[in-house]
Nanobody
Framework: QVQLVESGGGLVQAGGSLRLSCVAS????????MGWFRQAPGKERDFVAT????????YYADSVKGRFTISRDNAKNTVYLQMNSLKPEDTAIYYC?????????????????WGQGTQVTVSS
């Protein structure tokens, strides 16, 4: 059983930055793509960013492209989401997830393990 634990969420003013972290249990972390998703109140869970197993490929939702950066440290079993120039519409619970495959994926159905989520609130 794989466990994912997110941290780094909080309250920030518009224009500010936050860095989310997600630590995964298990010994085959680099074999799988990782992704970040978010869910705002009353809305469906949306894709944010994904990174391949070795970190060579990344892909972003249009809404965060140029502002967010996904990265990973396989030695630490950790994936990060650096969020800059935050906007009130970025307010959501952010979830990290482990992909079923090594290559990048943006469909939630291609992820099999999920963290519990971390709240990000951006005030205007």
């Amino acid at each position: 059983q794989v466990q994912l634990v997110e941290s780094g969420g909080g309250l920030v003013q518009a224009g500010g930055s936050l860095r989310l972290s997600c630590v995964a249990s298990g010994r085959t972390f680099s074999s799988y793509a990782m992704g970040w998703f978010r869910q705002a109140p009353g809305k469906e869970r949306d894709f944010v960013a994904t990174i391949s197993g070795y970190g060579s490929s990344t892909y972003y939702a249009d809404s965060v492209k140029g502002r967010f950066t996904i990265s990973r440290d396989n030695a630490k079993n950790t994936v990060y989401l650096q969020m800059n120039s935050l906007k009130p519409e970025d307010t959501a619970i952010y979830y990290c997830a482990r992909g079923r495959l090594h290559s990048i994926r943006w469909d939630a159905h291609d992820y099999d393990y999920w963290g519990q989520g971390t709240q990000v609130t951006v005030s205007s």
